[in-house]
């Protein structure tokens, strides 16, 4: 069982910056695939970066130019470096993390990311 933990949510005015991290707690296998999911209410979970083990990376439009996604596949860790946050982008986001490579298996329980105008 892979334990994924979350920080670095919170809240920011619109225009701000916040950096996610997540950490899986799992050693000697390197994930195949990382990233970050969000739920704002009322809506359904959406993609927002992944990286793959080596290093490619996928973003949703809503974000792209805004926020960047790396990791440190050694230590099975993934960041999400969010700029120029609005309002747009209040939600809870969900670190997601991909064993295999045959979809995501894990989920972390979420950080609350809060932007106001």
């Known amino acids: 069982q892979v334990q994924l933990a979350e920080s670095g949510g919170g809240l920011v005015q619109t225009g701000g910056s916040l950096r996610l991290s997540c950490g899986a707690s799992v050693s000697g296998i390197r994930l195949v695939l990382m990233g970050w999911y969000r739920q704002a209410p009322g809506k359904q979970r959406e993609l927002v970066a992944t990286?793959?083990?080596?290093?490619?990376?996928n973003y949703a439009d809503s974000v792209k130019g805004r926020f960047t996604i790396s990791r440190d596949a050694a230590k099975n860790t993934v960041y999400l470096q969010m700029n120029s946050l609005t309002p747009e982008d209040t939600a809870v986001y969900y670190c997601?993390?991909?064993?295999w490579g045959g979809g995501i298996d894990y989920w972390g329980q979420g950080t609350q990311v809060t932007v106001s105008s």
């Open positions: 997601a993390a991909d064993l």
């Open positions: 990286i793959t083990l080596g290093g490619s990376k």
